[in-house]
């Protein structure tokens, strides 16, 4: 019959079950078994489907494709041919094929759970995160047999999370050790948002069953996400000691190698993962951005235009080029991605980032309307994907302001770690920040970082669990803690830290822009770390801030009155501090710094406490990875051309002109209010 394995009978039925038992613990025996049956049975499809799949498990799925390809044509409508076949496929690397095998055989088959996990993997594999999450809920539907599971999964899979939750918690109160119900309830919470949660549910399950591989890759990517990197190693470790050559883990574990400052060894396990699964756009991509790290351009390059290759309507493969920001686009680049852009059928992810690599492409060619067009329509899209609310920035001001009075601090005089390890350089992005750190870092005594997530963690930590509508608790949360509570802050702080430190330097460089919001409690936690304010004028770092699509964070950015109203904040901020801690704050100003290089940094370093060094000023000659938009524009030598390129877009900035108000006028000061 076509839409099955005939059924043998006898004493070969019997060798076939053995042999099909043997699979899971001993492959090599069952591929005996099934060459003995085929000895006496020649062509038998039962057992040629065992022998592939003990080839397969045995680690030579080379040797199985001869026989698993000719036996899926034959039976198109068999689902564990099909499933086979697709497993064959993913173990070569040639991950598109083996989804269509996959997508036959779930669909003759849904209750199939392997075909569905092995789908979801292949999925992740080509960047389709959505249709992975989708194909791993169906594996979730198809392995559960109780009926009350069953509605539980039906309504995770259909997006009902409210009506998963409750099914599941009230299955879970009769039976709280359920591993499929809890690996659920983790994933409901984890779509909530409520990681916390989400993550206690998975580790409790894996306490009692540690073999459950499913959960612990959602723990895995669940640590991930929180910035608990090295939490997220150590599950991976774990993973990938059962299962090396599995393409996700490979993938998680290079992007968690990247947020800890490894590159070297994520380029390496992102080369093995395209070697064996060479089509896959987002991989070659992401691959891409860690070669640019590294400083090697023309890699960086060759991996993105594969991306592209594979996937011209692959957006952000064609921003990640422009982003490059040293690349000149041809006219064919333009003609495709205008072609892609033109597309009804495309997504608006892909869309934005098109925008803004014709933006980019356009400005270039010096065809600025149609640049700016190009930009705008890119920051819209991205701003109806986003919460940003520009009042609560504002409130957030007003409310430091009040709190950090000279009596509150003077209160708290020498409170808080004594370590001098950390120089925190603030302001906005595109401010010139990335610039300054370069300098700090090619001095002997100072490691450059990146910008690191952790005093926004701590902050967020200490502003409580806000419910819907709610205020956070911070800053004023500070005013209750006493000295021993800002010391420990300004230890976890360096502890959190550390893992990004690779050199036995004595200071690092932590270049988060947003820090600026949080100068007091940096102030307390640390009284000696060094403080740098990076700042641009606000026409040049505003306009550049609006036209530059960051990969996460900066939510403010994409709406000129929005980051306009985000500066005027930030320097109306900044100001008080200067008012209240005077000195604390180092400002640089980067039209000055472009004007007289040596004398800033000069003085930047004394700020700092460290003696000149030459390489200081030859910054663009430090082989450092970078990870920035900036990354090719601070491996060359200061250069006036980008001060003033705002003025090209001067005609369409009034918004921003009116949302920045006196700022604008009294820069590079602070207007007096």
């Known amino acids: ?175 709280p050790d359920e591993p499929a119900a809890l690996r659920m309830l983790a994933e409901v919470a984890a779509r909530l948002g409520r990681y916390e949660d989400a993550e206690r549910i998975l580790t409790q399950t894996l306490a009692f069953t540690p073999g459950f591989t499913a959960a612990r890759h959602n ?98 493969a064609w921003w990640s080029l422009a982003n490059l920001k040293t690349l000149r686009f041809s006219d064919a680049d ?11 059928d495309l997504v608006d992810e892909d869309r934005f980032h098109l925008h803004y690599a014709l933006g980019k492409a356009l400005e270039d060619a010096g065809r600025y309307e149609e640049s700016f067009g190009h930009y705008a329509r890119g920051a819209e899209l991205r701003r109806v994907q986003i919460r940003y609310d520009a009042d609560e920035t504002t409130a957030h001001a007003a409310r430091s302001k009040a709190l950090f009075t000279p009596p509150f601090f003077a209160e708290r005089r020498d409170w808080g770690s004594a370590a001098p390890d950390p120089i925190f350089v603030v302001g906005l992005p595109r401010s010139g920040s990335t610039l300054i750190e370069q300098i700090l870092a090619s001095h002997s005594q100072v490691e450059g970082t990146m910008e690191l997530p952790d005093v926004i963690a701590i902050a967020k930590r200490l502003g409580g669990k806000p419910g819907k509508g709610g ?116 400002r640089v100003i980067y039209e000055e710094m472009v004007e007289s290089p040596e004398a800033e940094i000069r003085r930047l370093l004394d700020h700092c406490g460290l003696p000149f060094e030459e390489a200081c000023l030859n910054f663009h000659q430090n082989d450092r990875a970078v990870r920035t938009a900036s990354s090719e524009q601070v491996r060359q030598p200061i250069f006036k051309d980008g001060v003033d390129q705002w003025r090209n877009y001067e005609p369409w900035l009034d918004p921003l002109k009116a949302a920045l108000g006196p700022v604008l006028t009294a820069y590079p000061a602070a207007p007096v209010i």
């Open 1 to 175: 019959m076509q839409g099955q394995v005939s059924e043998p009978t006898g004493s070969l039925a019997t060798a076939l079950a053995h042999a099909a038992r043997l699979l899971s613990h001993d492959p090599e025996l069952a591929r005996e078994q099934a060459l003995a049956i085929l000895e006496a049975a020649p062509r038998h499809p039962g057992a040629t489907l065992i022998l592939a799949a003990a080839l397969r498990l045995s680690g030579d799925a080379a040797a199985a494709l001869p026989l698993i390809d000719p036996l899926s044509r034959a039976l198109p409508q068999a689902p564990e041919v099909q499933l086979e076949h697709g497993l064959v496929l993913l173990d070569l690397g040639r991950t598109q094929e083996a989804v269509a095998a996959l997508r036959r055989a779930s669909m003759l088959n849904p209750g199939l759970g392997e075909a569905w996990r092995a789908l979801s993997v292949g999925l992740t594999v080509l960047g389709d995160m959505a249709g992975a999450q989708d194909a791993g809920d169906r594996q979730i539907q198809a392995s559960v047999r109780d009926p009350a599971l069953i509605a539980a999964a039906s309504a995770l899979v259909e997006g009902r999370l409210a009506q998963a939750e409750h099914d599941l918690r009230t299955y879970l109160a009769a039976k």
């Open 219 to 316: 723990l895995a990517t669940l640590l991930y996400r929180q910035n608990k990197t090295l939490e997220a190693l150590a599950e991976l470790d774990l993973l990938q000691a059962a299962d090396p050559r599995h393409p996700a883990y490979a993938n998680l574990r290079a992007a968690a190698l990247v947020r800890i400052g490894e590159y070297e060894a994520a380029t390496a396990i992102y080369r093995d993962v395209l070697a064996r699964h060479p089509h896959q756009p987002k991989g070659w991509m992401s691959y891409g951005h860690a070669l640019k790290t590294l400083g090697r351009r023309a890699e960086c390059e060759a991996a993105y235009r594969k991306a592209v290759e594979q996937a011209p309507m692959l957006g952000e």
């Open 334 to 344: 333009l003609a495709t991605m205008e072609g892609q852009l033109a597309a009804t």
């Open 471 to 586: 205020a956070s608790h911070y800053p004023e949360a500070l005013a209750g803690l006493d000295a021993d509570a800002l010391k420990a802050l300004g230890e976890e702080y360096l502890e959190r830290t550390r893992v990004q430190r690779k050199t036995d330097r004595p200071f690092f460089v932590d270049k988060m822009p947003n820090n600026f919001a949080h100068a007091g409690l940096i102030h307390l936690m640390l009284p000696n770390a060094r403080i740098i304010d990076a700042r641009r004028h606000p026409l040049g770092c505003c306009f550049s801030g609006f036209k530059q699509h960051f990969a996460r964070g900066q939510t403010f950015s994409y709406g000129l009155t929005d980051i306009g109203r985000y500066y005027a904040d930030y320097v109306d901020l900044m100001a008080h501090f200067d008012a209240v801690l005077p000195g604390r704050v180092h």
